[in-house]
């Protein structure tokens, strides 16, 4: 069932990465550059310092949550240390019907849960230029114990490869050059 409505007339890209592959620089500076959105996850967790209700996250009880997944009001959803987050359809769909391009920035599990639930997404699988460079920049980050550094490292391999063999994504961007890397993310979003 397609949970976005045919007649939208905005964009729904869908931006996925490893954790280091810069998704996050690349989806800023597309929303700063075009004017696109960013969709508002919901959560079950409590919320952090400043964080606000419809802003940050859409804050909700277990229960909420769960309503919203037997009626089929979600994307995607999944469970990460006990607490739910997820795409709520609706606030998607609004933003698609005033002709905005709405952009889903998500791990590729999520992603695929889209792809699955609606036609009208599009995919862009952002890589790394090595796994040596991804090493680099995620001990550069300064967040993680090497211990930590490798699990990231052995599931960028898998999101990479089960992105890749899912054949769900449009375009793959490898931001080697971060310029370069935005110029084509510009590119793809505006084109069709």
Do not use: C, H
């Given at each position: 069932?397609?949970k976005?409505?045919?007649?939208q007339t905005?964009?729904?890209l869908?931006?996925?990465?490893p954790?280091?592959?810069?998704?996050?620089t690349?989806?800023?500076a597309?929303?700063?550059r075009?004017g696109?959105?960013?969709?508002?996850?919901a959560t079950t967790?409590?919320?952090g310092p400043g964080e606000?209700n419809?802003?940050?996250?859409?804050?909700?009880?277990?229960?909420e949550?769960?309503?919203?997944?037997?009626a089929g009001e979600?994307?995607e959803?999944a469970v990460?240390f006990?607490n739910y987050?997820?795409?709520p359809?609706g606030?998607v769909?609004?933003m698609?019907?005033?002709?905005k391009?709405?952009?889903?920035?998500?791990d590729?599990?999520?992603?695929?849960?889209?792809?699955e639930?609606t036609q009208?997404a599009r995919?862009?699988l952002?890589l790394?230029?090595?796994?040596?460079?991804?090493?680099?920049r995620?001990?550069?980050?300064g967040?993680?114990?090497?211990r930590?550094?490798?699990k990231?490292l052995?599931k960028?391999r898998?999101?990479?490869?089960?992105?890749?063999?899912s054949?769900?994504y449009a375009?793959?961007i490898?931001?080697d050059?971060?310029e370069?890397?935005?110029?084509e993310?510009?590119?793809?979003a505006?084109?069709?």
């Amino acid at each position: 069932m397609d949970k976005i409505s045919n007649s939208q007339t905005g964009k729904l890209l869908v931006i996925s990465g490893p954790s280091g592959s810069g998704k996050g620089t690349l989806t800023r500076a597309l929303i700063e550059r075009t004017g696109a959105v960013l969709s508002i996850s919901a959560t079950t967790r409590q919320p952090g310092p400043g964080e606000i209700n419809g802003k940050d996250y859409y804050f909700l009880t277990k229960a909420e949550f769960e309503a919203k997944i037997a009626a089929g009001e979600l994307l995607e959803y999944a469970v990460v240390f006990d607490n739910y987050y997820g795409t709520p359809a609706g606030p998607v769909n609004d933003m698609l019907q005033a002709g905005k391009t709405v952009v889903l920035e998500i791990d590729v599990q999520g992603a695929l849960q889209v792809f699955e639930n609606t036609q009208a997404a599009r995919g862009v699988l952002i890589l790394p230029p090595s796994d040596q460079e991804l090493r680099r920049r995620l001990i550069s980050r300064g967040r993680d114990e090497s211990r930590v550094i490798e699990k990231r490292l052995e599931k960028a391999r898998w999101e990479i490869e089960t992105a890749r063999n899912s054949g769900k994504y449009a375009i793959e961007i490898v931001n080697d050059d971060l310029e370069t890397a935005i110029s084509e993310l510009l590119a793809f979003a505006d084109a069709g």
